[in-house]
């Protein structure tokens, strides 16, 4: 069975950093892109960034420059790094992969940014 285990959310004051790690498990045959996405209070849930087996990414552009995507495939874990996090960042963040066959979901982590 495949599980995503999201960590590294929690309470950051506003202009603090997190690094949320998304760690996958169980057998899978390919993974192609690791995705992060948050859901903000009462809202729609939005797409962070992407990066491709190839290391290729792609971000939000309200993020670009305050977040970073990157992923180990040795270890099948994709991270979130966010710098100078606003009030505005609090969400639960999910990861997702999607696979040669289906995608997958984690269950989120929460993050709250303090003004």
């Known amino acids: 069975q495949v599980q995503l285990v999201e960590s590294g959310g929690g309470l950051v004051q506003a202009g603090g950093s997190l690094r949320l790690a998304c760690v996958v498990s169980?057998?899978?045959?390919?993974?192609?892109?690791m995705d992060w996405y948050r859901q903000p209070p009462g809202k729609q849930r939005e797409l962070v960034a992407y990066i491709t087996r190839g290391g290729s990414t792609n971000y939000a552009d309200s993020l670009k420059g305050r977040f970073t995507i990157s992923r180990d495939n040795a270890k099948n874990t994709v991270y979130l790094q966010m710098n100078s996090l606003k009030p505005e960042d609090t969400a639960v963040y999910y990861c997702r992969i999607q696979t040669t066959a289906t995608d997958y979901w984690g269950q989120g982590t929460q993050v709250t940014v303090s003004s």
């Open positions: 169980g057998t899978i045959f390919g993974i192609n892109t």
